[in-house]
């Protein structure tokens, strides 16, 4: 199968986001991919594996491959194949009919929380409510520290996922999902930042949740802005946030 026109943009902006959290070091050497929804709904441009790459961190358009919704693919170059954990991404474009872009990266700190059996709790309000929200909307953890590598364990970790952005995995590392690639990679570096407060509001002890009073403040926020987006879903709002965001991380890793 050939590619289709449009594809090399979209492959340059899975590989931007795979260049991105590697120079965030959300994930090390060859560890994680990212992939994207093509068009059609039946495809996925995704980061392949082989001799000859050289890690997420370095990742072109050449490194992305597209393949069938059974992970099988259907256009790359010789000596590429897709990640082992493929079907993390086939099963949750499967289920979840809004998912356009997933993200499976490995960074240290969420995975220390997963190991520890330590929550991660609402520390922090104003520093930045969109964080917040994201944890109070829940971060499930998928408790198998294993790989994700047939269908039947992509069921399982789906399952353990639901609805929700993101999903720590035990011993092992995130799993991202949104409407667009800019959406999955910011919430991957959110989740990762959030972790990062955590862990170091753990090592100087004391660590409390904000108050109820407060909690409850950003939640009739943040449950006025889904009402507002649910009247008015194309106007600026989240999308307006997420695309900052990713013009930001932009900017900062040189991308």
């Known amino acids: 199968m050939p590619w289709d026109h449009g594809d090399r943009s979209a492959r340059e902006l899975v590989a931007k986001s795979c260049r991105m959290l590697g120079k965030l070091d959300l994930t090390k050497g060859g560890m994680g991919h990212v992939s994207q929804r093509t068009p059609d709904g039946q495809h996925f441009l995704v980061r ?34 897709p990640p082992g954990e493929i079907h993390i991404h086939s099963w949750l474009y499967k289920m979840r009919a809004g998912t356009n872009c997933v993200v499976h990266v ?77 959406e999955a990679t910011v919430t991957a570096i959110q989740i990762n930042e959030i972790a990062e407060i955590s862990y ?27 009402a507002q987006q649910k009247k008015a879903p194309t106007r600026e709002g989240a999308a307006a946030r997420r695309a900052l965001w990713w013009n930001y991380y932009s900017r900062l890793t040189g991308e």
């Open 200 to 226: 170091r509001a753990q090592l100087l002890g004391g660590a409390r949740p904000i108050p109820e009073e407060d909690l409850a403040e950003f939640d009739e926020r943040s449950e006025g802005i889904k």
């Open 106 to 182: 490995h960074p240290l700190t969420p995975m220390l929380f997963t190991i520890c059996d330590k929550p991660i709790l609402p520390l922090f309000g104003g520093y930045d409510p969109h964080m917040l929200a994201l944890i109070l909307d829940g971060i499930p953890i998928y408790d198998r520290s294993i790989t994700i590598k047939n269908d039947r364990l992509a069921k399982e970790f789906v399952a353990a996922m639901g609805d929700k952005r993101g999903c720590l995995m035990r011993g092992h590392g995130i799993t991202t999902a949104g409407g667009s690639v800019e």
């Open 48 to 81: 392949a594996k082989g001799f000859e790459e050289v890690g997420v961190r370095y990742t072109t358009e050449e490194h992305i491959v597209k393949v069938d919704l059974d992970g099988k693919m259907v256009a790359g170059a010789d000596g590429l194949e």
